[in-house]
């Protein structure tokens, strides 16, 4: 079961994550199964914010003490750092614990209130690190108690139900489930008088658009489901590093990445790396990194509630939340020019149709 966690931090703190194509085979892979996996919210909404209209269908509230916005997690009334990190990466196994918790003192420090985990990141260790160094911070979060029964009721929206009545969590959302999927969870819930899911997470960055930006906008609209994305830098495909080849330091060289070489080496991968080339100018344009672009355009999204960050070290961390100040930079015109650079946007039937 996957895990993100939004926690009262009083000042207007918390932590984050985010994933990759190898975690999600991983996940499969340990599950054994084809169900979805589904994620907890546990609120922690802070307090006397300064609520500033901002985003095309939320409120967004600013930070106390902090740059950070915080976004209503779908309809809900969970509010969630507009930026989040995960646990995936930071936690790993090429990171020592001393490193992690120093990520997680940054990101605390810079206003992030949600982060991510699940049982089956790096084998079990991302759990283990980031307990360990809830429990020493000493920072608030209401899944403290555990979950010790979730893989004993079968049925998600029963069993969410279950944990959510017991006082585990306020909230919980689903993770890599289809349109459908979620709706017909959404039906079960109503029929059943249960709770229904407040959000999704899903994969999202330039190259991978159409479920967050044609399926979970119209479920916002419809039934209050928001998302929470992962993977905004494609592994660091849009970072930029892999412009010039594969360095022997990055993770496409590592043991066990081999599909994210070849996917790097395939012709679509080349194609993707010309765009990016072309999106990096654009970045210096607006005097910002390529990954604090890339963030920012899937913060500027309908329906985005929060994305999650996958850093290995405090730098990293910093150069990311940075994307918050370019979010405003991202005018219509400027995003009409990104879409013509990357030549993917989606469109509905309706849309194709005139075409």
């Not at 080349?270 to 654009?282: A, N, T």
Request: charged share 25%; with cysteine; aromatic share 6%.
């Amino acid at each position: 079961m996957q895990v993100s966690i939004a926690c009262n931090v009083g000042g207007g703190g918390g932590v984050g994550g985010g994933s990759s194509e190898h975690q999600l085979k991983e996940r499969r892979a340990a599950m054994n199964t084809s169900a979805p996996s589904c994620q907890v919210k546990v609120k922690a909404e802070p307090e006397n914010r300064l609520t500033l209209l901002g985003h095309a269908h939320m409120k967004e509230a600013l930070g106390r003490h902090s740059n950070m916005k915080y976004r209503n997690l779908g309809k809900s009334g969970l509010r969630v750092s507009c930026l989040g990190l995960g646990t995936w990466v930071t936690f790993g196994s090429q990171i020592s614990d001393e490193m992690a918790e120093s990520v997680m003192s940054v990101a605390y420090d810079s206003g992030v209130n949600l982060f991510d985990t699940a049982e089956v990141y790096a084998s079990g260790r991302a759990e283990r690190t980031l307990g360990n160094i809830l429990k020493k911070k000493g920072w608030r979060a209401e899944t403290e108690r555990g979950l010790s029964r979730k893989h004993i009721i079968e049925e998600v929206v029963r069993a969410m139900t279950f944990v959510i009545e017991q006082g585990m969590a306020m909230y919980w959302g689903t993770s890599r489930w289809n349109a459908v999927e979620i709706m017909e969870a959404y039906s079960v819930a109503r029929q059943f008088n249960l709770v229904p899911p407040v959000c999704e997470q899903a994969e999202y960055h330039y190259f991978q658009r159409d479920k967050v930006e044609l399926q979970l906008p119209e479920l916002y609209h419809k039934i209050g489901v928001g998302a929470v994305t992962w993977s905004p830098l494609a592994c660091g495909l849009l970072t930029g590093k892999y412009n010039q080849g594969v360095p022997e330091t990055s993770r496409a060289a590592m043991k066990g990445y081999d599909w994210l070489k070849e996917r790097l080496c395939s012709d679509e991968g080349k194609k993707q790396l010309s765009k990016i080339r072309e999106l990096h100018q654009l970045a210096d344009r607006l005097n910002c990194t390529a990954a604090q672009l890339a963030i920012a355009w899937c913060l500027r999204s309908e329906g985005v509630s929060s994305v999650l960050l996958g850093v290995s070290n405090t730098e990293q961390l910093l150069e990311n939340l940075g994307s918050i100040t370019v979010l405003s930079q991202l005018t219509p015109p400027l995003v009409a020019e990104m879409d013509a650079l990357l030549g993917n946007k989606p469109r509905n039937s309706k849309e194709a149709a005139k075409r």
